[in-house]
């Protein structure tokens, strides 16, 4: 048997990925369509979106800020970055 793969996303540690994808919904619902992120969940997100595959593409320059927007007519949400207009690493 392999071992199993755990998370760490901004010093915090998932046993798995069902309980990481239960904290990003908890912040994601947490927001209405275009609340810009608050101070105390973009740092879990910034880090969160830097373990993305193509995260040195879309990060570029830096974030600025992060908002939450409704992205389908089910009403499902995402966080959008916005481009900093000089490098603001998160």
């Not at 973009?42 to 040195?56: C, G, N, R, T, Y």
Request: hydrophobic share 40%.
């Amino acid at each position: 048997m392999g071992s199993r793969k755990t998370f760490v996303v901004n010093g915090e540690t998932f046993a798995t990925k069902k309980a990481l994808q239960d904290r990003v919904r908890s912040i994601l619902w947490s927001y209405k369509d275009g609340d810009m992120v608050n101070m105390f969940d973009a740092p879990f997100l910034f880090d969160l979106f830097k373990m993305h595959p193509s995260a040195e593409q879309k990060i570029g320059c830096g974030i600025a800020h992060a908002e939450l927007r409704v992205v389908s007519p089910l009403g499902n949400l995402s966080y959008a970055k916005r481009a900093a207009s000089h490098a603001v690493q998160p």
